[in-house]
């Protein structure tokens, strides 16, 4: 079983940056392949970006690709997302995600946290 606690939403305006925090929970974490997932209103939930157990392996949606880097911290339980060069069309409610397995399907994960609000005003 793992728990996971999003944190580091906020309101920022156009351009400036961001650092969301996952917190997890239970001892197998480090066996988990990480992922984050947003959705933005009236839009279905869309994978950003994931990143394998080991932190060797990491994959980012286009949208993204270039502005926003996740990366772990095993000794902390903890998984980042920094988001850069914010724009309004990344405002979302972000999500964190364990999968046994690296993935960019929403299917394969199997533990999500509540959600953290990003508001990027322009």
């Known amino acids: 079983q793992v728990q996971l606690v999003e944190s580091g939403g906020g309101l920022v305006q156009a351009g400036g940056s961001l650092r969301l925090s996952c917190a997890a929970s239970?001892?197998?974490?480090?066996?988990?392949?990480m992922g984050w997932f947003r959705r933005a209103p009236g839009k279905e939930r869309e994978f950003v970006a994931s990143l394998s157990w080991s932190g060797s392996s990491t994959y980012y949606a286009d949208s993204v690709k270039g502005r926003f880097t996740i990366s772990r911290d095993s000794a902390k339980n903890t998984v980042y997302l920094q988001m850069n060069s914010l724009k309004p069309e990344d405002t979302a409610v972000y999500y964190c995600?364990?999968?046994?397995?690296?993935?960019?399907?929403?299917?394969?994960?199997?533990?999500w946290g509540q959600g953290t609000q990003v508001t990027v005003s322009s």
């Open positions: 239970g001892r197998t974490f480090s066996r988990y392949a």
């Open positions: 995600a364990a999968s046994p397995v690296v993935s960019t399907s929403i299917y394969s994960y199997e533990y």
